[in-house]
T-cell receptor, first 113, second 115 residues
Framework: DAKTTQPPSMDCAEGRAANLPCNHS???????VYWYRQIHSQGPQYIIH???NNETNEMASLIITEDRKSSTLILPHATLRDTAVYYC??????????????FGKGTHLIIQP | ETGVTQTPRHLVMGMTNKKSLKCEQH?????MYWYKQSAKKPLELMFV???????ENNSVPSRFSPECPNSSHLFLHLHTLQPEDSALYLC??????????????FGPGTRLTVT
């Protein structure tokens, strides 16, 4: 799986949009971009994933650049409960079986009141 | 119960003890995973089970022994652990990839302390 690079920490004011960047310059054509987050001492939570089109769900939006070398996770109206470590993961999704996730250090997002 | 549950939530054990961690998923998934999260380290994948068969063993020491008796239950049997094995142990489940299992659902974890 391709390697990802994320800033170690970011701050964002409550109510503002939080934009979390991720670089994945060695991504290959069949690798998806996933985002998970982990609130302190809890299990990680799936947020969103995409291949090349932008994606949106009830939690966030995922913007992937046209060359797919980077992406941005957007939390449109951050709340204090969004304070967490956010992980960007790139992985191939094979046609069968199961595949574990490779987590990096992620970005510690701190929402300020 | 909904989602993925893990018991116990906290466990303290001596180095000569034998204990087991239990994970149960109520999502109808057919793949299950064990991860380890040590202090200040990223999550590390330990084992992967798909359709109750172990498909990945990530160079984990033999003092950790997984068991998957059916698609809803996963165990991690522990024996003669070391203090450095103290960590948060997380279980996850998903559908297999052929069924579109793109996301994994994690349990709350078991906080293990080895004394």
């Amino acid at each position: 799986d391709a390697k990802t690079t994320q800033p170690p920490s970011m701050d964002c004011a409550e109510g503002r949009a939080a934009n979390l960047p991720c670089n994945h310059s060695t991504i290959s054509g069949n690798e998806y971009v996933y985002w998970y987050r982990q609130i302190h001492s809890q299990g990680p939570q799936y947020i969103i994933h995409g291949l090349k089109n932008n994606e949106t769900n009830e939690m966030a939006s995922l913007i992937i650049t046209e060359d797919r070398k980077s992406s941005t996770l957007i939390l449109p109206h951050a709340t204090l409960r969004d304070t967490a470590v956010y992980y960007c993961i790139v992985r191939v999704v094979y046609g069968g079986g199961a595949d574990g996730l490779t987590f990096g250090k992620g970005t510690h997002l701190i929402i300020q009141p | 119960e909904t989602g993925v549950t893990q018991t116990p939530r906290h466990l303290v054990m001596g180095m000569t003890n034998k204990k087991s961690l239990k994970c149960e998923q109520h999502l109808g998934h057919n793949a299950m995973y064990w991860y380890k999260q040590s202090a200040k380290k990223p999550l590390e994948l330990m084992f992967v089970y798909s359709l109750e068969e172990r498909v990945e063993n990530n160079s984990v020491p033999s003092r950790f022994s997984p068991e998957c008796p059916n698609s809803s239950h996963l165990f991690l049997h522990l024996h003669t652990l070391q203090p450095e094995d103290s960590a948060l142990y997380l279980c996850a489940s998903s559908q297999d990839l052929a069924s579109g299992g793109y996301e994994q659902y994690f349990g709350p974890g078991t906080r293990l302390t080895v004394t």
